[in-house]
């Protein structure tokens, strides 16, 4: 007698839990979310104090980077300030991969954190 295998026997799922998931919100953006947004980008500067604030979870490089560029003796970041627009992945990171990276986590291209942090140096700048 032959026997037929109707089910899967393997022990290893075939697909990761959060798989049907991240598909389910790759359908959801790709109907609900618009082509670009409007963001707004903000600084402020109290005697030599820099602050950039942007709608966004900035990863610690984009901060340092903010801080290491800023004309000001001492600058800070505020994230998810007037918006919250999820993840800030760097570059790096989006090569990395991660949570953080994946698309419908994070809604941006991925050299935003550059055109973000240049756009608040600028301000920084003029505010110097």
Sequence with gaps: MNSILLYNQNP???????EKTYARRIFQMESEYPDSVQIILQSFAINDIGI???PFEAFTQIGLD???KSPFQNTFTIELANGSNGY???PAQHNLGGYESWLTTN???KDASDK???QLIKHLQQLK
């Design 12 to 18: 290893d799922p075939l697909f990761h839990p959060l």
């Design 52 to 54: 950039a604030a942007l």
């Design 66 to 68: 903010i801080k290491s």
């Design 88 to 90: 800030l992945p760097t």
């Design 107 to 109: 809604k941006v291209q």
């Design 116 to 118: 973000i942090t240049d």
